[in-house]
């Protein structure tokens, strides 16, 4: 679990593809003046997934799950697409690049919780294949 103290903590990032998911963080002062996409920057250095998407220039979307427990961490990846299936069209969850620190998070990290999820154009799109598979599969047990 991230560590904090009166001015530090740790951000966590969670990237949600269903076949590379994976996490990231990045320590920095809860008032901190960056802004979230260059936290992003910093998180993708050391984490080689995350570094290419990066340096991929692939668009993508920061979300910040409010809620979205990071423990279980087992789960983690079922939970967080679970999230984006009910949040990824609304406007309030999306996080943009350009915000700060401090104004997104205005009393640091929840220490409990992933904090800013990297979502892309594929992850959007492998969420409603699974949708539409158990759409399918349910017609298929209907039918029969």
């Known amino acids: ?3 904090t103290d009166d001015e530090h903590a740790d951000y966590i990032f969670y990237y949600p593809h269903p076949e590379h998911a994976t996490t990231a963080w990045v320590e920095t002062s809860k008032h901190s003046r960056r802004v979230v996409g260059a936290l992003f920057a910093e998180a993708s250095k050391n984490n080689p997934i995350l570094d290419e998407l990066y340096k991929s220039k692939e668009p993508f ?3 910040k799950p409010i809620g979205l427990s990071f423990d279980p961490f087992e789960t983690l990846l079922a939970r ?4 984006l299936r009910e949040h990824h069209h609304i ?3 999306k996080l943009p690049a350009a915000e700060r620190i401090a104004r997104a998070f205005p009393d640091g990290p929840d220490l409990d919780d992933v904090n800013i999820l990297i979502v892309t154009a594929e992850i959007l799109e492998s969420l409603e294949d699974v949708g539409d598979l158990e759409a399918r599969h349910r017609k298929v047990i209907r039918r029969a």
Request: hydrophobic share 30%; proline share 8%.
């Open 1 to 3: 679990m991230p560590l």
């Open 91 to 93: 406007e309030q969850d």
């Open 80 to 83: 967080s697409r679970q999230w």
């Open 61 to 63: 979307t920061l979300y």
